[in-house]
């Protein structure tokens, strides 16, 4: 990314809600740049954004703004813990194609979920039931040695119970990781390793007990947050999501240093919605330096 250091908190989001995925990247960069952002998630799709059009317009661009993440996109037929042999090692190989993105572009971070899909469980119910652990287990092992062997810090990222993921909790996701990797789960908890999570606001307010002691207790090895406040809806400013600010103002004073990213897949969050849900997460980190 040629040499683009920021010593504080970031501020990205990914691009891959209906409004924006497929558009120009060039026009979507400009766009950030304006708007204020200091990142952009680009996301691993072979046909919109592949790697030729990536290596060609991203230099251009890495002195006003920077690449925080190589987004995994998820579906049916990229399913980890399908019971059906391909389609899991489809997505293993789309896995290490989005390794091999940030690898080529210097990025340094991917992610994998292991999310699986409503469609696939009620179909292969009986099929899946006792499997997945395993599933995930050997996936993870391939797609480890594969980022370690490029450079790439591989993510892995707890997913809100409205999905549907064998990886609800930071707690699961380290007990995962650190089984497949043969590494005792202190030390992996250390960091200072190949490893780590992407975080998700709204996930934990959902799934831990605690969201902010959990994102005390995980902060060493995460590297990258996603944040909403509902459903897919970016709207800080509704008495419900006080909870965006407590957390923001938490990482602020661990001096977290990696990328806060707005995910949304609802088709309502336009491009636009992005410059008043960034003024709004900058006026919280403003608030923590200024009480």
């Given at each position: 990314?040629?040499?683009?250091?920021?010593?504080?908190?970031?501020?990205?989001?990914?691009?891959?809600?209906?409004s924006?995925?497929?558009?120009?990247?060039?026009?979507?960069?400009?766009?950030?740049?304006?708007?204020?952002?200091?990142?952009?998630?680009?996301?691993?799709?072979?046909?919109?954004?592949?790697?030729?059009?990536?290596?060609?317009?991203?230099?251009?661009?890495?002195?006003?703004?920077?690449?925080?993440?190589?987004?995994?996109?998820?579906?049916?037929?990229?399913?980890?813990?399908?019971?059906?042999?391909?389609?899991?090692?489809?997505a293993?190989?789309?896995?290490?194609y989005?390794?091999?993105?940030?690898?080529?572009?210097?990025?340094?971070?991917?992610?994998?979920?292991?999310?699986?899909?409503?469609?696939?469980?009620?179909?292969?119910?009986?099929?899946?039931?006792?499997?997945?652990?395993?599933?995930?287990?050997e996936?993870i092992?391939?797609?480890?040695?594969?980022?370690?062997?490029?450079?790439?810090?591989?993510?892995?990222?707890?997913?809100?119970?409205?999905?549907?993921?064998?990886?609800?909790?930071?707690?699961?996701?380290v007990?995962?990781?650190?089984?497949?990797?043969n590494?005792?789960?202190?030390?992996?908890?250390?960091?200072?390793?190949?490893?780590?999570?992407?975080?998700?606001i709204?996930?934990?307010?959902?799934?831990?007990?605690?969201?902010?002691?959990?994102?005390?207790?995980?902060?060493?090895?995460?590297?990258?947050?996603?944040?909403?406040?509902?459903?897919?809806?970016?709207?800080?400013?509704?008495?419900?999501?006080?909870?965006?600010k407590?957390?923001?103002?938490?990482?602020?004073?661990?001096?977290?240093?990696?990328?806060?990213?707005?995910?949304?897949?609802?088709?309502?969050?336009?491009?636009?919605?992005?410059?008043?849900?960034?003024?709004?997460?900058?006026?919280?980190?403003?608030?923590?330096?200024?009480?």
């Amino acid at each position: 990314m040629g040499g683009f250091i920021l010593l504080f908190m970031k501020f990205s989001s990914c691009i891959t809600n209906p409004s924006m995925f497929g558009m120009p990247l060039e026009r979507i960069l400009e766009i950030f740049i304006e708007y204020g952002f200091n990142a952009i998630d680009i996301p691993g799709d072979q046909d919109q954004y592949p790697i030729n059009i990536l290596k060609n317009i991203i230099p251009s661009y890495t002195d006003k703004i920077e690449v925080a993440e190589i987004t995994s996109m998820m579906n049916p037929e990229r399913d980890l813990i399908h019971p059906n042999q391909k389609v899991r090692r489809s997505a293993i190989n789309y896995i290490k194609y989005c390794i091999d993105v940030a690898a080529e572009l210097d990025v340094n971070l991917t992610h994998m979920c292991f999310l699986t899909f409503e469609e696939n469980l009620h179909k292969y119910k009986n099929q899946i039931e006792g499997r997945q652990h395993t599933y995930a287990i050997e996936c993870i092992k391939e797609c480890a040695k594969y980022a370690e062997n490029l450079g790439v810090k591989l993510l892995m990222e707890p997913l809100y119970n409205g999905d549907i993921s064998i990886v609800n909790t930071s707690e699961q996701a380290v007990n995962l990781f650190s089984e497949a990797l043969n590494m005792d789960k202190n030390v992996f908890m250390e960091g200072n390793h190949n490893y780590g999570l992407l975080q998700d606001i709204f996930h934990m307010h959902h799934e831990e007990n605690n969201l902010i002691k959990t994102i005390e207790r995980f902060q060493p090895i995460t590297y990258h947050m996603h944040v909403a406040d509902h459903i897919r809806s970016l709207d800080f400013t509704q008495e419900d999501s006080k909870f965006v600010k407590e957390a923001i103002k938490k990482l602020e004073g661990l001096d977290y240093l990696g990328s806060i990213s707005f995910e949304s897949f609802h088709k309502d969050v336009t491009i636009k919605t992005l410059r008043k849900s960034l003024n709004q997460l900058k006026s919280f980190r403003q608030k923590c330096h200024h009480p």
